[in-house]
């Protein structure tokens, strides 16, 4: 019997991940990657203030980062988990994560919350990505 993979963890660098004490993704074994709750801070500023249509898209491209340093892509997430402040941003949205994803077609959750750590953040999404052996 052999024994399991180990735990990987990767850092983007954010202030959070630091402050907080979480890891930007973790892969479990070799095929399962989990990425943490991703926003549109982008070189420590948030981007896009106010359009939750871009925010969406910077926030999967934060992920998308995470996913790259396993070697994963978009084609490989399996589920999807996003986050607004507003149930009017859902469109925007959904639009983002249609243009994304159309083609891989995740599990998909959209939940609207009451806030984030910082009130300009519109979005925060989550994905998980999969490649078996």
Known sequence: ??????????SSHSPYEEAF???????????????????SV????????????EQARAAFG???EALEKFGLGPAD???TRMYLT?????????RAHKELFDAVRPAASMIVVSG?????MVVEV????????
Do not use: K, N
Not at 1 to 10: F, I, L, N, S
Not at 116 to 120: A, G
Not at 126 to 133: D, K, P, Q, S
């Open 116 to 120: 984030f750590v910082d009130s300009r």
């Open 21 to 39: 004490g979480y890891s930007r993704a973790v892969r479990l074994g070799s095929g399962l990657v989990l990425v943490s709750g991703c926003t």
């Open 86 to 94: 507003h149930a009017r941003d859902v469109d925007a949205v959904g």
């Open 1 to 10: 019997m052999t024994a399991p993979e180990p735990v990987q963890r990767v």
């Open 62 to 64: 934060v992920a998308f």
């Open 42 to 53: 982008v070189d420590g500023a948030i981007a896009h203030e106010g359009d939750p249509y």
């Open 77 to 79: 997430v399996v589920r």
């Open 126 to 133: 989550e994905v998980e990505a999969f490649r078996g052996a």
